[in-house]
């Protein structure tokens, strides 16, 4: 079984100080990458140090590592090769083809394109490593001469938020594929989402029950990416409490944004707040202390964000959902609704092109977008621009608001008249919910009586 371990908090020094003691790097989570029989790979693991050196961010490492394990996989699977200075430009171009074959046990195609390119650039920038590494000559290079051929190609590309163009020089390989077509971002399906949550609501496990729904609604009702929603923390939900404000982790961003802040309902927190006594009880029990708000019941410890996507994987075969189902849908959904919303109160809106003028001009939506999303840069946003307006093209009906707001005060008092009945006992608990599903059903109506047809 190959291996890529973490190794917690591992410290690098850098150099020697002016007082002559060693300075040390910021400690980082790093990969130990092994091969079958649990011998480490040093050449792996040496790449993985001079990673460290470029001070690059644990996450982007431990991505590395995970590319470069299919090299080392592939070295231990060839008869004819032992050392990775042995590989030739038809012994890489056969690892690059293994890559695309690779199928999953039920005869899919294992990954797309675009992940084979990842993992094989990663591999070419492993391998001239390798080649300074042994002080190697003729292995990997533009020349003829080499072992491994590779191409230099120009690029130059324009950066939104810097002036000018940045511009560089990759390398490639003639093995390597050509791009997926570009990938349209669609939300998750109201269907599928409900029926998600269905299943989860109807957990047996009701401490299981309870942790899934205070996520899955965290999900739903942030739009965070997925390892955002498992750094929340109790004191973010206790300040959101407060202040009606959850604040979330910023990733994949390249500024100093650090954190976000997203309004949040009263629904989210009082479905965190009836898991949080399921977390205060497992925590007790199994004898740990951490301020992360969403964890594992079989250990107390922070519950990892794969363990989501892979509950919401073994939910798509048990439920029979057809496509994709992951976390980042629910994401996609959010922000597509966000920008509906947007759309819809900006009169001065007629088509995508006078919107995406207005994101361009006014501050206000950008802080707004940015806030809700985390993205760093507007063309982030295009495909979800394109989503809000096909889910909007044909939009007739408009509600009338003095309708509605009456609706809405007459509910309220039947509300409070519920409660008072309640509290005088007047009202068994089963005769109140009979007469809020009444009220629910009236409200409902008087909510379709205000809608009138923009022809009229």
Known sequence: MMAVRKLKDFEQWSHLGFDGKLVFRKPLDIPFVTYSNHTPCYEANAY????????????TIRGYA??????????????????????????????VQSLQAERTPLGELKRKNNSVIKIAHTCLDFLQFIQHFHDLSSFIGKDKGNSIQ???KHYKRKQEGYRGFIEGTKITHTAIPTKDEIKKRHPVSSDNALRVWEHIKTQQNKDKRRRDMALYTAMEQLGGRVT?????????????????????????????????KIPVSHLLLSVIADYIKVRKKVMRKKKVQHDYLFIGLKT?????????????????????????????????????????????????????????????HTETFKMQLQQWSGHTNLSSLDTYIDLAFADIHGYTEVYNAVSLKSSVDLAKRQIELLEEQIAKKELTPTAALGEMKKLLGAFQANIDKSILSSSQ
């Open 48 to 59: 993985i140090h001079s990673l460290m050196a470029r001070n690059l961010k644990s996450a």
């Open 66 to 95: 995970h590319d470069i394990i299919h090299l080392v996989h592939f070295i231990e699977k060839q008869p004819l090769l032992s050392q990775f200075n042995q590989l030739t430009d038809a012994t890489f171009t056969l690892f």
């Open 150 to 152: 590779i191409l230099e």
């Open 228 to 260: 955002e929603l498992h750094l929340i923390k109790m004191s973010d939900y206790e300040e959101a409490r407060r202040t009606s404000s959850l604040t979330l982790t910023n990733l994949k961003r390249k500024d100093d944004n650090t954190t976000r």
């Open 300 to 360: 107390g410890l922070r519950l990892s964000a794969d363990s989501w996507t892979t509950y919401m994987n073994s939910w798509k075969k048990e439920l029979g959902i057809e496509g994709e189902l992951h976390p980042h849908l629910w994401r996609h959904a959010f922000i597509t609704d966000k920008l509906k919303e947007l759309i819809l109160v900006t009169k001065e809106v007629n088509d995508k092109d006078d919107f995406r003028k207005h994101l361009l």
